[in-house]
Nanobody
Framework: QLQLVESGGGLVQPGGSLRLSCAASGSTFLYAIGWFRQAPGKEREGISCISAGGLTAYADSVKGRFTISRDNAKNTVYLEMNGLKPEDTAVYYC??????????????????WGQGTQVTVSS
């Protein structure tokens, strides 16, 4: 079974940038990958996804600031985050589902999850 490991989280000042990585234990060529986040006391939020074919989608809360991409040769999906705000503070998770049909930011769609990486935006 595919295993996912997130990295790249940390503490950043408002307006700063981070790049998160989601590294898979095997080939992600046929997988859609989603990024989600969960802040304390809040529900998990789907923020972006990328299909096996490279189609992307974003939640309104991050559109124009975050960019998702994938490198199938490295079995890795990235989330470039710019213009970070304090409200972006959360644990960020990536998730995978084997499918050829697009992608979605609905958490229940995915069957494989990473352990999460903390992102804190604070001055």
């Amino acid at each position: 079974q595919l295993q996912l490991v997130e990295s790249g989280g940390g503490l950043v000042q408002p307006g700063g940038s981070l790049r998160l990585s989601c590294a898979a234990s095997g080939s992600t060529f046929l997988y859609a990958i989603g990024w989600f986040r969960q802040a304390p006391g809040k529900e998990r939020e789907g923020i972006s996804c990328i299909s096996a074919g490279g189609l992307t989608a974003y939640a309104d809360s991050v559109k124009g600031r975050f960019t998702i991409s994938r490198d199938n040769a490295k079995n890795t999906v990235y989330l470039e985050m710019n213009g970070l705000k304090p409200e972006d503070t959360a644990v960020y998770y990536c998730a995978a589902i084997r499918t050829r049909w697009g992608c979605t930011v609905v958490a229940d769609t995915y069957d494989t999850w990473g352990q999460g990486t903390q992102v804190t935006v604070s001055s």
